[in-house]
């Protein structure tokens, strides 16, 4: 069986406090590879679903603070069973910058 490829955008968060991202669509996406190697292919740190073809969106401007069990990425699951479908759109963030401004949600515009 031929290995399944997608779209997929990632939202690399430079910074929560200023909203400051940048997507980037990445085609081709192997969905059996796991979370962790999709990350050593980022680079580094964490990923969470922020959005699905055909599903609600969040009013956060950057990156919903709930739902972390189930949004954020286990890096020993494949994408596919972590939930990525093509179209997916995941965040990319330092983990330290997240918890830090989920203790403190406050916005600098």
């Known amino acids: 069986m031929a290995a399944e490829h997608v779209t997929i955008t990632v939202r690399l968060i430079r910074s929560f406090e200023h909203r400051n991202f940048r997507p980037v669509v990445y085609h081709g996406v ?11 292919f980022l680079k580094k740190d964490k990923l969470k679903i922020i959005h699905q073809a055909h599903k609600s969106k969040t009013n956060e401007l950057v990156l919903s603070l709930e739902d972390d069990d189930r949004l954020l990425l286990k890096e020993d699951c494949t994408l596919k069973a972590a939930g990525i479908a093509s179209e997916t759109e995941i965040a990319f963030f330092c983990e330290e910058d997240y918890e830090k401004y989920k203790a403190n949600p406050i916005s600098s515009w």
């Not at 192997?30 to 050593?40: A, C, G, N, R, S």
């Open 30 to 40: 192997h969905l059996d590879q796991t979370v962790k190697e999709f990350i050593v």
